[in-house]
């Protein structure tokens, strides 16, 4: 652990670089810089080593999983170049595809609506914008954390607009008893499922952190406007939302510039490319109740090895990302890494004896 420690990485980048995070008071390091060091530890020490213990396929698609005689047969694409490998369990990182409106009236090659992962891609659109209004859809960290990179922006547009269902973000409960249940999954099981859910709701789920309230609140150019958004329409010279508020509720349509759907990401989507039999039906149905009953059903029945409950039993697909309500919040926040890992690899690799 100390070859491979946080202290070991930052030591080897410069010769203040160590001293440097002490002096700073030991801040959370943000995503970049945890990816590299994450690079560093898989790759950038591994020269002594005896074996490779990890291969890494770089510009490859996974296109479908399926099970074959007990294990899983994975079917991947490079460019043209197909082939298949035979592994003894799977695990499905990320966030999942974008959410968007299925309403949503988007011109082919506009340049006005964008979503929670394709607006980091073109944030130079907005850096070129001398004036404007945008709007943000969205109550969450997606939500929060594309308002400040606009409020980041030189020259950034004049009006931000963040739409919500109860207008005034909420804020994420952040206290030390509320942050151990993050790191530490011990005690988790003992809460009731309605108990974790109001739990989820308070502390990681349509909530902005302390920090990022602080800065939006500081910011004249940010709004924030209560609405359910029942329609988008883009044309060529702005994107229309059409919001319905009030009780009766009365529809309003609001014109912006540009449109950033920040309402997070599907977890689910990733499942896609599992084989049909192994899951249950109606997890995709169009149906919303009954869909939603299939997914809270695989929810709760999560193992401790981060597993899904799938048709087959005893099949090793690992899908943290769906782990919070059965195992700990931690999981799919990926605030317990360390522990997310031992938790996947004691399936396969006996722990040590102490």
């Known amino acids: 652990m100390l070859k491979y420690s946080w202290q070991a990485y930052k030591i080897t980048l410069a010769q203040t670089a160590y001293s440097d995070w002490i002096d700073r008071g030991r ?107 945008v709007a943000i859809i969205g109550a969450g960290e997606t939500a929060a954390s594309i308002a400040l990179s606009l409020l980041a922006v030189p020259n950034g547009p004049v009006r931000i607009d963040i739409i919500n269902r109860h207008g005034p973000a909420f804020t994420r409960g952040e206290s030390f008893r509320e942050n151990k249940m993050f790191s530490n999954a011990q005690g988790w099981k003992s809460f009731t499922v309605p108990a974790r859910q109001e739990f989820l709701s308070r502390t990681d789920r349509g909530v902005f952190s302390v920090a990022a309230q602080k800065k939006l609140d500081n910011a004249e150019r940010v709004d924030t406007i209560s609405g359910k958004v029942v329609g988008i329409e883009e044309t060529a010279g702005a994107v229309v939302i059409r919001l319905q508020q009030g009780n009766p509720p009365e529809e309003i349509d609001v014109e912006y510039d540009r449109i950033i759907v920040a309402l997070g990401f599907d977890p689910w989507s990733p499942l896609k490319i599992l084989d049909a039999s192994l899951l249950p039906p109606k997890l995709f149905d169009n149906d919303a109740s009954e869909r939603d009953t299939a997914r809270r059903t695989l929810e709760l029945g999560v193992d401790e090895n981060l597993r899904l409950p799938l048709t087959v039993p005893d099949v090793n697909v690992h899908m943290p990302m769906l782990a919070g309500l059965s195992q700990s919040p931690g999981f799919p926040n990926l605030s317990c890494l360390g522990h997310l890992s031992d938790r996947v690899l004691s399936k396969y690799i006996a722990p040590p004896q102490s």
Not at 86 to 111: C, H, L, R, W, Y
């Open 27 to 133: 801040y959370q390091p943000k995503h970049g810089e945890w990816a590299n060091y994450l690079d560093w530890v898989l790759f950038g020490v591994a020269e002594d080593r005896s074996e490779e213990l990890v291969e890494l396929r770089k510009e490859t698609e996974v296109k479908r999983v399926e099970l074959e005689q007990g294990r899983l047969k994975v079917h991947i694409q490079k460019r043209k170049t197909e082939e298949s490998l035979i592994v003894d369990g799977v695990m499905f990182t990320g966030p999942g595809e974008s959410k968007m409106f299925e309403n949503a009236v988007i011109q082919p090659g506009g340049n006005r609506v964008f979503d929670g992962r394709n607006y980091w891609e073109n944030v130079a659109l907005f850096r070129e914008m001398p004036a404007g209004k």
